[in-house]
């Protein structure tokens, strides 16, 4: 079992950049793919970028492909999301998840998750 907690999140300009955060408990992390999500308001969970569990393997939602970019440190059970160029619309709660596919993710399929960080894009 894994427990992510996410951090990094607030409140920035359009243009802007921003590193999330998510570190996990567990002695299994390295073993996790790993996922970041993000809910705005009055919207469903939608996927982001996901990273495989050796770090080899990353796909991006359209909507932020080459804008954000996923990295893990398995010795430090930390996985970040480095987001560039940030737009209004990338306002959300954003939330770290383990334990599912790496492409084409639902949030279903994710069994572990963070309690989510706020991400706000001014415009």
């Known amino acids: 079992q894994v427990r992510p907690v996410e951090s990094g999140g607030g409140l920035v300009q359009a243009g802007d950049s921003l590193r999330l955060s998510c570190a996990a408990s567990g002695r299994t992390f390295s073993s996790y793919n790993m996922g970041w999500f993000r809910q705005a308001p009055g919207k469903e969970r939608e996927f982001v970028v996901a990273i495989s569990w050796s770090g080899g393997n990353r796909y991006y939602a359209d909507s932020v492909k080459g804008r954000f970019t996923i990295s893990r440190d398995n010795a430090k059970n930390t996985v970040y999301l480095q987001m560039s160029s940030l737009k209004p619309e990338d306002t959300a709660v954003y939330y770290c998840?383990?334990?599912?596919?790496?492409?084409?993710?639902?949030?279903?399929?994710?069994?572990?998750w963070g309690q989510g960080t706020q991400v706000t894009v001014s415009s």
């Open positions: 998840a383990a334990g599912g596919p790496v492409r084409l993710a639902r949030p279903q399929e994710y069994p572990y």
